[in-house]
C-alpha cells in the first residue's frame, strides 16, 4: 500500500522505514530537507513542497502526519485544499481529542476521511513495532489494516491471555497490537490516558529509586534547631545501595518487571547517578490532558495528577508557592530559610 | 505560682514574659547569658547553672522546657536528678508524642510528674496568647491550671460556639484556650495533628496564589515543540492580578478567612513578590508524625501529605527522582532536557 | 439604587435583604412565585415574568443574576433582548469564568454591559456581608460601586494590615470587602481560586480530625494475617479524644484559627460522631476549574487536587479502580478482598 | 543442599516444591497438618513439631520463615532456643526491615547467623521463579546462593541490559534474579521498596483504566443545580470503550507494558466489570513503612503515598473525614447532602 508522510522527526522517519521494511511504498514530506534526503536513500519518494508531496499520490490518497500537537492543525490548513473527497488524512501525533472530533466534522463536508492515532513505541518502535490506537470511521480504518499490521509489533512472543475470548480474537487486532477503539478522537483518547498512566508509572519507579538513592542519610551528621526535623532512627538509615543492580535483579521475576524498568535499568548502568541530567522534566500534553478528562468525568486520579505536578515542580513552578509558604512562616514563626547546602 | 523556664529562645522568651505580666513569677535558664539577662531586666530571676536554678525554685518544683525537639532528652537527663519526687517537668516544645509517653513511664518511679503541652501561636503568642494543647495525669494538669489559664488567650472577642453544651462549658476549659486532652502524650499528638493541618492550610493557599500569580501566563509566547504541552486557550490567562489586594479583599467576609491568610495578605502588601525568600522551605517534625500517625491508623491524608512533601521537594530533596524521569525519557523517547530559561 | 434580582435561593434572597437593608430598592424575579412573595413583604417588588421584571426596572437597567451556573446561558438568552444599550447585567453566581468572556464579548456589540461578580460568604452573608471579587470595565464597576459596599462587609473589626501602602488603601476597595479585581472573567477566576483553596482548607481540617478520630486504635484487637498490616505499636493509639473541645481550643490563639473552624467546631459540639452525614460531598464546579486552570498554567497543585478527589472519591467514583486493584490483586497474589466489617 | 521451611502457605508451598525440583531436599513444618501432608507426597519431609522439624536438620541448619510479618516474632522466640551456634534463620516473608535489624543483633551474640529475603513473584513464582532481594552477612549469603540460585527464576529470555559494565555481570548475580543487597535489612528495605512502587503501578493503571471506564459520562443527563458541577461539553465523552481490548493493544509495542499490564488485561478478558469485587483493597505493611522511610528521608513521594491512601479509603477509612466536609458545607453554605444514587 501507498502512504505519505509528513513530519520525518524520531517518529515519522522510523515509521516509514518500517513501512517500507513491511513491502509498503512511502511519499515524503518535511520542512527540513536533509530528513527528506536521507529516506529517499532508503527507498521512498522525497517531494519538494505539499503541491508535489500531493501529487505523488494515487487517489484514495493516503496522508499521515506526525507533527508536534501545536503544529498539525496550520499543516492541515495548508494540505486539505490540495485533497479530494475519498482522500484520508490521519494525525498519527500526540493531538489532543477535542481536536479530532473537531476536524473529522470539519472534513466530512468535504468527503475527506479522518483518522486519530495514537502511536506508542518512541525510539525503539523501528523494530519493536508500534502499539496502535485508532479512532475514526470503521470502514477506513479497515482500508488502512495493512500499514497498521505493519507499524504494529504483530503477535510476536508476548504470551496470550488465557481468559481471552475466541470472539475478541476473531473480532479484535488488539493481539496483533493494534485496535479500533472507536469514533472519531477514540484513538487518541486512548492514547491520552496511556501516556496518563505512563507519567504514574515512571513517577512510581523514580520515587521509589529516591527512596533508596538516600537509605544512607543516617550516615550524615544532622543539625539540632528548631528548623529542622531530627531523624529519630539513624541506624536505619546505613544502607549504601547498588541502585543499577537492584533495578537489574527486579528485571527478574519481580511483581514491577516492566519496559520501562529495562529502560530504567539500562540508564542506572550507564551512570547510577544520573549526573548528565539535570532533572528539568517536560511534559507535551498527554498528562494534563488526562486529568482534564478525568476531572471532567468526576473520576479520582490522584497518583496521575501527583505525577504530571512533580514534572510541574521539576520545572520550578512550585517556585512562588514555596516563596508564601516562607513568607507564611516568617510571619507566624519568625522562622528565616536555612540556606541552601 | 512560680515557673521555671529553660529555653529563652523566640518561644520561651515571651512564655516567661506573659507569665510574669500575669503576676507569676520566673526563675530562668538558657545556655547563652544575654537571653537571661534581658529577662532578668523584665524582673525574671536567673540562674547561672541548672543546678542553680533547681535550687531558686519552690518545692515542688515546676519546670518549663521550651527547646528544640532534639536536645530534650539530654536536657532532661541533666536535671531529672537535681529533682524531687512531687516535681513536675513540663515539655512545652515540640517533642514526639512517643517520647512523652515513656518520658512519663521513665519518671514516674522517681515521682516525678511529666506533662506535655503543646503550644501553638508563634512570635505573636506574646500578646495574643497561646492556645495549649495538654497531656498528662489529671491532678497535675489542675495543679497547673494557674499558669495555663496566664499562658493561654481567654475567651477574648471569640464568639462563643452556639450549639456547644452547658455541661461541655462547665467541664472543659477549651473556651479559655487551653485543654487538657487526655493522659501523656495527648498534648503533643493534638499539637502535631494541629501542625500537620497547619502545614495543609498554609499549602493551600500558596498553591492558589500560585495559580493567581501565573494567570497572566497566555502573555507569553509559547514554543511548539513535541517537548512542550501547548497551551491551547492563551486569551484565557490574560489577566495581572494584584494578589495583595485579593488576599486583602478575601479578609472580610469570605469563606477562606483565616489568621494564616492576615499574615499572607501583610507579607504580600509587603512585597507580593516576596523576592526576598528563595522558597526552601524547612519543616519541624510534625508534618512528619501527623503522617505517621495516619499511617499507622490507616486514615487517608493526601492532602497534609503533599503539604509536606512540596517542602521535601522544595529543599531539592526530589532532584534524583527527576533526573530518573529525564533518563527515562531520554531511554523510550529519544527525549532530551529543555535547558532552564 | 434600584437593582433587579433574577434567583431567589439562599444566596438571591439573602442578597436581596441586605441591599434592602441598606437603603436600596430591589425589583426580583425567580421561577418559584413564593420566593417573590417572600421579599415582597419585605419591600421587594415582584413581576410576573421576566418582560414584567424588566419594564419595572430604571434605565439603565442592574440586573443581577444569582442562579446555577448550569442555567446561566438559558437565562441570560431569554432575557437580553428585553434589555437595551446602556443596560448592565451582573452574574454573582458560580459561574465558568470562560463563559463570563465569551458573554462580555456577545452582549458589547449591543452595548449591554456584562459584569462578574464571584460571591463568598454563603448563608451567613446576610448579617456577615459578602466578598465580592469583581470583573468587569472599569466604569460600569464603578457605576455599581453603591451596591457593591452595601453588600461586603465593610472594614469591620478586622484588623488592618500592617505592611499595606498608603496607595493601595487610596485607590482599592479591597478593605471594604470588594475588589475590582480585573477585565471580564476575572471576578470569577478569583473566586474559581477562593474555592480552590476553600476545598484544601476544608480536607485539611477533614483530615486532621480523622486522625484524631481514629486515636485509639490501638484499643482494637487487629488480626494477624497477610492481608493485613499490623500496628507495630498500639501503645501509641490509646486516646479517647473529645474532638468538639479540641476544635474549640483550636479557636483561641492557635496557627490554625479560621471561619471554617469556627463552623466546624460549632458542627462537633452539636454531634461529635456528625452521625446525620453520609458523608458523600459535592462538588459544585470551582474547585475542577481551578486545577484546570492549574494545569493549563503548569502550576502544581497537588493540595487542592487532593481535596477535589477526596469529594469524587467519597461518591463511589473510585469504585473501578478498586475493582482493579482487588483484581491485580488476586491476579499477582491470590489475594482475596476481605469482607467488610 | 537441605532446607527446613516454616510455613507452607501460598507463598512458602511453591517455594518447596521448586527447591525440590532444582535438587534440593526440604523438610517442612506447618501449624496446619495437611499442608505438611501435601508436600510429603511429593518428597518433603515432614516434621510434628518445631522439636521434630529442627532435629531433622542436618547441621549447619538453615531454616527459612515463610510467615505472615506479624507472626514472625512469636515464631522465632519459639525456634531459636532449638538451634545451634552455626545455624542460618532466613526471614523469607514481608517483615518489616527494623525488626530484621534487631533480630540479627539478638541473635548474634548466640552465633546464630540472620538473613532477611524479600521474595517478589506472587503465586506464579512456582514457574516464573522468584525475585530475592537479600540482607545479612557476606558469606552467609554466599553460602545459601545454590538455594537463591534456585528460587530465582535465572537468565531466562529477558534481555541482558545494554549499559550493564563486565564488572557488575562478574561480581553481582542480579541477572540470575537475586541479589546480596546489603547488611541485615537490605534485603527486607529493598522489597519494601519494591512493593511501595508495586501500589503505586497499580494505582496508576487503576486510575487511567477508570478513566477510560467513564468515557461515556456525556450520554447520561446531569442534573442542573447548585450541588453539581456542570459537564459542560457531553460531546467528549461518548465512547463506549472495550477496555480489556485495549489492555491487549497495550501488551504489544507500548511504553505501558509490564506483567502487572498483562495480568489486568486477563483479569479483564474474565470480565471487564469486574464485577466479581467489591472494590475493597487491603495493604499488608510495605506500601505503609516505603512512605515512612521516605519521610525519615526527607523524600517526596507523592504518588506512593496516593496509591496507599487510596487503598485505606477503599476501605472506608475517610469516612469521617468525608463527614467533617459534609458538615461544613451544611454550616457556611446550607447545602444538603446528595443522597446516592
Redesign the interface.
Known amino acids: 500500500m501507498q502512504i505519505g508522510m509528513i513530519g520525518l ?2 517518529m515519522g522517519n522510523n515509521m516509514v522505514q518500517r513501512l517500507m521494511r513491511g513491502g509498503h511504498s512511502a511519499v515524503v514530506f518535511d520542512a527540513r530537507p536533509e530528513s527528506i534526503a536521507g529516506l529517499e536513500q532508503l527507498g521512498a519518494t522525497g517531494s519538494k513542497s505539499l503541491a508535489d508531496f500531493v501529487s505523488k499520490l494515487a487517489k484514495p490518497r493516503v496522508v499521515w502526519m506526525m507533527l ?4 498539525v492543525d496550520q499543516e492541515l490548513a495548508a494540505i486539505v485544499p490540495l485533497l479530494e473527497e475519498g482522500d484520508i488524512v490521519i494525525d498519527g ?2 493531538s ?3 481536536d479530532d ?1 473537531r476536524r473529522a466534522e470539519e472534513l466530512k463536508p468535504k468527503g475527506i476521511h479522518y483518522v486519530d492515532v495514537g502511536t ?6 523501528l523494530e ?6 485508532i479512532g475514526g470511521e470503521k470502514e477506513t480504518v479497515e482500508h488502512l489494516s495493512p500499514i497498521f499490521a505493519t507499524l ?8 496470550p ?5 475466541e470472539e ?1 480474537a476473531k473480532n ?8 479500533h ?3 472519531s ?2 484513538g487518541h ?2 492514547k491520552m ?23 544512607n ?1 543516617g550516615k550524615q551528621t ?1 543539625e ?10 539513624p ?8 541502585i ?3 533495578s ?23 551512570d547510577a547517578a ?1 549526573s548528565q ?9 498527554e ?2 490532558w ?46 528565616h ?4 547546602k
Not at 530559610?337 to 541552601?340: D, L
Request: proline share 4%; net charge negative.
Open positions: 522527526g524520531r508536534p500537537a501545536a503544529i501525533g500526540n489532543y481529542y477535542h472530533i506508542s513505541g518512541g525510539v525503539f518502535g519493536r513495532g508500534y502499539c496502535l490506537m504494529a509489533p504483530g503477535v510476536g512472543d508476548v504470551a491471555s488465557k481468559m481471552r475470548s475478541a479484535s487486532t488488539a493481539e496483533q497490537g493494534y485496535l477503539c472507536g469514533p478522537g477514540a483518547f486512548v490516558v496511556h501516556n496518563g498512566i505512563e507519567y504514574g508509572l515512571m513517577a512510581a519507579y523514580a520515587e521509589g529509586l529516591n527512596v533508596l538513592h538516600h537509605a542519610i544532622a539540632k534547631d528548631a528548623e529542622t526535623a531530627p531523624l529519630s532512627h541506624q536505619y538509615y546505613q544502607y549504601d545501595l547498588d543499577a543492580e537492584i537489574e535483579v527486579w528485571r527478574r521475576g519481580s511483581v514491577i518487571t516492566s519496559w520501562l524498568l529495562d529502560l530504567t535499568a539500562d540508564a542506572l548502568h550507564g544520573l541530567y539535570a532533572g528539568r522534566v517536560s511534559d507535551s500534553g498528562g494534563r488526562t486529568i482534564s478528562a478525568a476531572i471532567d468525568e468526576g473520576v479520582p486520579t490522584p497518583v496521575l495528577s501527583a505525577a504530571l505536578y512533580g514534572r510541574f515542580a521539576s520545572r520550578g513552578n512550585d517556585d512562588y508557592a514555596n516563596k508564601v509558604l516562607s513568607a507564611m512562616r516568617a510571619g507566624f514563626g519568625g522562622h530559610e536555612k540556606p541552601a
